[in-house]
């Protein structure tokens, strides 16, 4: 689909080579009802979230150590602050993925952004690798009182494998079952911060772009997501101990990407969770679900240069492409979008807690 601003978009970079070209691939301009991008600004700041530095294992059937989720505030401040910090993405099925890349600069003011990990269905990933919280059988652990830590998983996404990636992924992810990505860095390689446990990887810090071509399809009864997270809440517990906050005091930082609320709803919504609070697209604006057969592909920049996380349909996009110049992503960051600022200490009224428990 080809809207008046990809045409002229196209014309102007027609032949270009390197620095200076810009996108081709936006959709048709609508900042309103169903979006063709939405952009947080001012999104860092300082402050703290509470830092899960241990999980003690309790006893059954009381668990009641105490405290058995042991934190510590950790002060944070700066731009894009605290999605600064390396975050994981989380998929909700019903869902078939075709492709996830993730491109970023090697400093916040670098004039490339490079590939540094990418999948597509039916190939082997590159510094990627897809976990679920269903450790305590062929990777990662369990315990009776804090659950599962993460796990590699196999082809279907939910079963546990002992080493990442030993599988084939079809990209096909069942209803209600979560799975998430994660750099094919290991936590005993050093470097991942705060408590972990199990099977653990590391995320992509700083500055990122993480791209995915989807699809939702119908279902009665499930809410197909795609949301981004600190990564210390999956390393920790995401259904339980963990630095999360839901955008209350403390949060290290969740982003609802495109979150559908109503079983076979059209409509995907966007919220933001950090210790500043919360915010989101509101009532009546959403990125439109992508039904069974009609791939949409969505492009999440978080940039610490500009301090702005934008969400930015495409037409399509070059999954090969080994890096991207700063414009096409300022291209992308400066997309016609609906502008969300989100201020300090910003406070909405919490959404009933919707994510399904394990
Ligand atoms: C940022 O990265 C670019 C490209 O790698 C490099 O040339 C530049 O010196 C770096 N700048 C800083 C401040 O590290």
Known sequence: ???????????????????????????????????SALKYTGVGGSGSYNQVTNMLPGEFPTCSVNPSCVTAPKAVSGNLAPFDEDMTFVMRGPMQVNNIAVYQPSNSSAATWKKASSWAANQPPENMVFMANVGGGASGEWSICGGSSQAYVGGDWQTAVATPNEQTYSGSLAAGKEVNIMTATTCADGGCDGFSRGTANQGWAGSKMVIFEFTMPDDATSLPAIWGLNAQVVRAAQYGCNCRGVGGDGGCGEIDIAETLVANSVQAVSEIYSFKGATGSGDGNYFARPAAGAAATLAAVFDVKTDAI??????????TQAQLPRSIVDGYLGAPAMQVAFGGNKRRSARPFHRRHH
């Open 1 to 35: 689909m080809f809207a008046p601003l990809a045409v002229s978009l196209t014309s102007l970079f027609v032949g270009a080579q390197a620095s200076g070209i810009v996108p081709d691939n936006l959709v048709a301009t609508s900042l309103s009802g169903a979006l």
């Open 310 to 319: 934008a969400l930015v349909r495409l037409s399509g996009f070059d999954f």
